[in-house]
Each structure stands twice: as C-alpha cells, then as structure tokens.
C-alpha cells in the first residue's frame, strides 16, 4: 500500500454494517474511525458543553444542529492519531454537512493524497427484517435474533444484563429513518459519483463476505 494519507467515508443505511465494516477496514490500515453521531453521544454523556446543548435533540431522537457537529468533527480532527488519515462512519447526512467537509478536506488534504467513499447497499425490505431483530445491552454489547443471538436468550452473553429492543428501532421509527436516510443520501451519492471517488458494496452479503468485497475493491486505491 502507497503513503498517502487516506480518508474513507462510509454510508449506509441503518443497520447496514457500515460501523462494523468501518471499524475492520480502519484496524487493517492503522486509522482511527471517527463517528460524529457516536461523539455526540459520548459527550452527552459526560455532560460537557457541547453534550448539554446536544442531548435533549438527541433524546427525542432528532438530528444535531450543523454547528454543533462541526465543533465536534474539528475537535476530533485535531487529535494527533487523525493526521494521517481517518475514516468516518455516518457522515455528511447532508448538503451543507458535505460542503463543510469538502472545505476541511481542501485544508488538511494534499492532490496525491486518496478520499473515497464507500456506499453500503441495503434495500429497505432488508433493513427492516435486520432491525426488527435486533437487541442491545447498557453495556453496548448488540445481537440479532437470527443473525447473531445471544447464547442465553434475552441475555446478555459479556455482562449477563437483561437486553432490549433500542426506542428508535420501532417499525414507524425505522420506516421515517430509512427514507430520511434517502432522501438525504442521494445528492451527496451523487456528488461523490460524479467525481470518481464512489465505490459502490452489496450489503446483503455476510459480514466477512462484505469484508472482503471492500478490501478488494480498495485495495489497488489505498
Ligand atoms: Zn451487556
């Protein structure tokens, strides 16, 4: 693989593995996955400024402001681990995210340096079957009823906690987010197609299989 500082930005729609296949891709090139919505909900969590603006809009499920993303990605960005390169999982979700990004990428980013982006595809019938099955821990352990079950149904294999179903995984919920992801989606699919930097993976395969589909596809690119 050639030096060059790469950035990968990872789409999908709700549970089509992208932060898996994020997380496996940036341990195999030594970059740190950075998730604004998982920052987002890190700072919440610890009460800092930004999380006490953040949390409410978060809790009722909503979308952060811009603003409030942008502070979070810059801080982020500026940590020593990033200036090689990073991957970002779940992000831009929107024109203006986009453009915000490509201006950050104009000032950290040199001509022999590689941006692509990496679109896992997921029909909505599919989404709907995986998230339907779909079961989480306090400890942030996550299962599936038929894909990944828990040794002990209902229970949580690393901590014994019992596990539940997340709010915003109800079918209405799931059905508002599938076409806000979208309709969301398609301008910045769009942008990142007309400039040759979009790399299209079938999601409907196994985990490993969609692994290897990636690695493959990027492999002559990174
Ligand atoms: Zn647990």
Redesign the pocket.
């Known amino acids: 693989m050639r030096y060059a500082r790469k950035y990968l930005i990872f789409f999908g729609p709700p549970a089509s593995g992208k932060g898996t296949q994020a997380d496996k891709l940036g341990e195999k090139l030594n970059l740190p996955v950075i998730s604004p919505g998982e920052l987002l909900r890190h700072e919440r969590d610890r009460g800092t400024e930004i999380g006490k603006q953040a949390g409410p809009i978060l809790n009722r499920g909503g979308l952060a402001s811009g603003e409030i993303i942008e502070k979070i990605i810059n801080k982020r960005l500026a940590k020593k681990d990033a200036k090689h390169g990073f991957l970002l999982d779940g992000y831009p979700r929107a024109i203006s995210q986009l453009k915000f990004l490509n201006n950050r990428f104009k000032k950290i980013a040199s001509d022999n340096d590689i941006i692509l982006a990496v679109y896992i595809h997921v029909s909505a019938k599919e989404v709907k079957r995986r998230i339907a099955g779909r079961r989480v821990?306090?400890?942030g352990?996550s299962y599936h009823a038929i894909y990944n079950p828990p040794k002990k149904q209902g229970i949580?294999d690393?901590?014994g906690?019992k596990l539940y179903k997340r709010k915003d995984d109800s079918a209405e919920i799931i059905k508002i987010r599938i076409n806000r992801f979208n309709k969301s989606i398609k301008p910045i699919l769009k942008h990142y197609k007309k400039n040759n930097i979009l790399i299209n993976i079938n999601g409907e395969q196994s985990i490993g299989e969609v692994e290897k589909d990636i690695f493959n596809k990027l492999k002559d690119k990174v």
Do not use: F, M, N, T
């Open positions: 821990c306090d400890c352990a949580c690393l901590c906690a």
